[in-house]
């Protein structure tokens, strides 16, 4: 069993930064990819980038390409640190972010994933 904790959301202007992390804690943790997702409001969740188990492996939506980027920490075998650093922060990036795991390869699908966190709001203000 994999928990997964996201943190680092909040308001931030159009232009700023944010970096969101995710906790992942038990099991084999370190085995596992972690992708991170956003639902808007009113919208369908997507995908916005992923990592593989060492980090050595990252991609990200075209969306967000050039903004955003991706980094893990492994140092601790029974908790991961995966990071999603944003840049350039739009209003249309406005949604809860979700981190999720699955052992594997890091996919682009959401229903590839197991493990979910609750979640984190990021507002980007106009």
């Known amino acids: 069993q994999v928990e997964l904790v996201e943190s680092g959301g909040g308001l931030e202007q159009a232009g700023g930064s944010l970096r969101l992390s995710c906790s992942a804690s038990?099991?084999?943790?370190?085995?596992?990819?972690v992708g991170w997702f956003r639902q808007a409001p009113g919208k369908e969740r997507e995908f916005v980038g992923a990592t593989s188990w060492n980090g050595g492996m990252t991609f990200l939506a075209d969306s967000v390409k050039g903004r955003f980027t991706i980094s893990r920490d492994n140092a601790k075998n029974t908790e991961n640190l995966v990071y999603l650093q944003m840049s350039s922060l739009r209003p249309e990036d406005t949604a809860v972010y979700s981190c999720?795991?699955?052992?594997?390869?890091?996919?682009?699908?959401?229903?590839?994933?197991?493990?979910w966190g609750q979640g984190t709001q990021v507002t980007v203000s106009s």
């Open positions: 999720a795991a699955r052992l594997g390869a890091p996919k682009t699908e959401i229903h590839e994933y197991v493990y």
């Open positions: 038990g099991g084999r943790v370190s085995s596992y990819a």
